[in-house]
């Protein structure tokens, strides 16, 4: 198994509150990803990043920070959590733009 | 842009009979497609990947798919399912020769093998 830490792996939190996810890798690989899964919708792109500090929008950002800091480091940052936001978060990394991503197993958050 | 379309939420099937499970995709650029399985509270595990070359891939776990150009179809197929094949199926695609290895996926599959 790919070496992907996700941390919490479950958490509670209350609306308006800030929560932060985080994503370790051990693989020095260059690419990470954050996706949130959703019953209906599959797996949907958050935000990714493709190389320390060089982050980017993906198609679901609204409500929605990151940073790399460090290659092994991605961190997702609800600046504000609301219900919708509840959800099962999942980080990815991928060593090159054209080779597999492999996954964490994933963040169950729910947002009360 | 890319979609993905997998028409099948869900597929009852019994063991040891074949399965086919469908998935179209839509793009105006070339594409590099994914079967991704996910078992019960667990990540994501790629089954297998189209990249170029031959049509027919072969995976891990007895599992093929073969992509089709024309109909834009990526259908993930296993001659003989087992119980353990029970889980949910994605099929994502990214775009080729694209900055990085964004994966848009489908909305999934639910492969329920019966005994």
């Known amino acids: 198994d790919a070496g992907i830490t996700q941390s919490p792996r479950h958490k509670v939190t209350e609306t308006g509150t800030p929560v932060t996810l985080r994503c370790h890798q051990t693989?020095?690989?260059?690419?990470m990803y954050w996706y949130r899964q959703d019953p209906g919708h599959g797996l949907r792109l958050i935000h990714y990043s493709y190389g320390v500090k060089d982050t980017d929008k993906g198609e679901v950002s609204d409500g929605y920070s990151v940073s790399r800091s460090k290659t092994e480091d991605f961190l997702l940052t609800l600046e504000s959590a609301t219900s919708s936001q509840t959800s099962v978060y999942f980080c990815a990394i991928s060593a090159d733009r054209d080779t597999e991503a492999f996954f964490g197993q994933g963040t169950r958050l729910t947002v009360v | 842009a890319q979609s993905v379309t997998q028409l099948d939420s869900q597929v009852p099937v019994f063991e040891e009979a074949p399965v086919e499970l469908r998935c179209n995709y839509s793009?105006?650029?070339?594409?590099?497609l994914f079967w991704y399985v996910q078992y019960p509270n667990q990540g994501l595990q790629l089954l297998l990947k189209y990249l170029s070359g031959s049509t027919l891939v072969k995976g891990i776990n007895g599992f093929e798919a073969e992509f089709n150009k024309s109909q834009t179809s990526f259908h993930l197929r296993k001659p003989s399912v087992h119980i353990s094949d029970t889980a949910e199926y994605f099929c994502?695609?990214?775009?080729?020769?694209?900055?990085?290895?964004?994966?848009?996926f489908g909305t999934g599959t639910l492969l329920a093998v019966q005994p």
């Open positions: 793009s105006s650029v070339s594409v590099y």
């Open positions: 693989e020095n690989h260059r690419y």
């Open positions: 994502a695609v990214s775009r080729f020769g694209g900055a990085t290895n964004k994966l848009i």
